[in-house]
């Protein structure tokens, strides 16, 4: 056999003894028992919350006191008229 093919050979052997061990450690720890809410879990929800709280306070429409008065709109035949009757 080729040298590359040997050395292939040992990393391929090597990495499935690692696989096997991630498995059989992953086999030995206990899973997180069912009903029962994690700290990570907890975070989770306690921030998807609180980012809600904050967008919803964000949302809610506010007054604003106006900068300017309302532009005057005045119809131009009236406006006609009356530069009319003030000449």
């Known amino acids: 056999m080729p040298p590359d093919e040997v050395k292939n050979d040992a990393a ?3 990495l499935a003894a690692a696989i096997a061990e991630g498995e ?5 720890m206990d899973p997180a028992p069912r009903g029962r809410m994690t ?3 907890a975070r989770l929800i306690v921030a ?3 980012a809600g709280c904050i967008y919803f306070l964000a949302a ?3 007054p604003v006191l106006p ?3 309302p532009a005057i709109a005045l119809a131009p035949a009236e406006v006609r008229a009356q530069l009319d ?3």
């Open 67 to 69: 900068r300017e008065g």
């Open 39 to 41: 700290s990570s879990g």
């Open 24 to 28: 059989a450690a992953a086999a030995r």
């Open 85 to 87: 009757a003030d000449a």
């Open 48 to 50: 998807t919350f609180a």
């Open 12 to 14: 391929a052997d090597a």
């Open 60 to 62: 809610l429409p506010r």
